[in-house]
């Protein structure tokens, strides 16, 4: 159960990727419920698709789906689909904690301007949620992208000390 001091809702979808809970958003018909069938076959879990419930409960923020929404993931190609049904009962998770925004744009090219991924904020409950955005564009597969970018926010402070500290050690042995 949740402490709901207030509930907010925001059109995306909303996923379990590598532990981390990860809403995806962007403007409608970009891809965001296509990419998340992908992301079910790569064995994450589906928590909503269209339309995430947000309440506040502690330091988190955690996320659901509406009840009429509950166990079913919607594309414009294929229709209704059953998820339980198609992908087995852990494919699908009622809650998450809120972890990360994935933003998806048309942009042909988004860099980011250094060593770490283009991010930025989403305020959802009245917390900052890092936000990663992406380009739909990018010939590489969205969702190895998605799950690469939700696993670099883990780890990504952790790997640029460390090729800092490589850069720092190449350039004091030449300079012996």
Same mark, same amino acid.
């Given at each position: ?10 059109? @995306? ?12 958003? @962007?403007?409608?018909?970009? @891809? ?10 790569? @064995? ?5 698709? =269209? ?32 998820? $339980? ?13 809120? =972890? ?8 042909? !090219?988004?860099?980011? =301007? ?8 989403? !305020? ?6 890092? !936000?990663? $955005? ?19 926010? $883990?780890?990504?402070?952790? !790997? ?12 004091? $042995?030449?300079?012996?």
């Amino acid at each position: 159960m949740t402490d709901n001091v207030s509930l907010e809702t925001h059109h @995306g979808v909303l996923l379990k990727i590598s532990g981390q809970g990860v809403f995806i958003v @962007g403007p409608s018909g970009i @891809g965001k419920s296509s990419v998340a069938l992908e992301c079910l076959y790569l @064995g994450h879990q589906l928590i909503a698709d =269209d339309i995430a419930e947000f309440t506040q409960s502690g330091q988190n923020i955690l996320g659901r789906c509406p009840t009429l929404l509950a166990d079913v993931l919607h594309t414009k190609e294929l229709g209704l689909i059953p998820i $339980t049904e198609q992908f087995g009962p852990e494919a699908w998770q009622s809650e998450t904690r809120l =972890d990360i925004v994935i933003q998806l744009e048309e942009s042909p !090219t988004i860099l980011s =301007d250094g060593l770490k991924p283009n991010l930025s904020d989403t !305020t959802i409950c009245q917390q900052s949620i890092p !936000t990663i $955005t992406l380009s739909t564009q990018n010939p590489a597969s969205l969702a190895h992208r998605i799950e690469t970018g939700v696993r670099l926010h $883990t780890t990504q402070d952790k !790997t640029e000390i460390q090729l800092v500290s490589k850069q720092q050690q190449l350039m004091a $042995t030449e300079q012996s």
